[in-house]
């Protein structure tokens, strides 16, 4: 996960890097979807920082739960640099 610091109160800007090693569209897509949801409740909860976000996704994701999912995106998040 990769972030860009934004300004207090900037709602946060999300894109997703989902290599084809991951599977076909249909999978790459899923796990997109998958993504997209959790970083969505994540933000509801005001757990995402303003800026710039670029979630990278690998082949292993792809089998996980959604719970061990969630779990991945918020250890990541806390390993960013608080905003300045």
Request: avoid cysteine.
């Amino acid at each position: 996960m990769v972030h860009l610091p934004g300004a207090p109160g900037e709602v946060p800007r999300v894109a997703y890097a989902i290599n084809r090693r991951v599977g076909g569209a249909v999978v790459r897509n899923r796990l997109r979807r998958r993504l997209r949801a959790i970083v969505a409740e994540l933000a509801a909860e005001g757990r995402v920082p303003a800026g710039a976000l670029l979630v990278v996704a690998s082949p292993p994701l792809v089998h996980t739960s959604h719970r061990e999912l969630r779990v991945m995106v918020e250890r990541a998040l806390a390993r960013l640099d608080p905003a300045p």
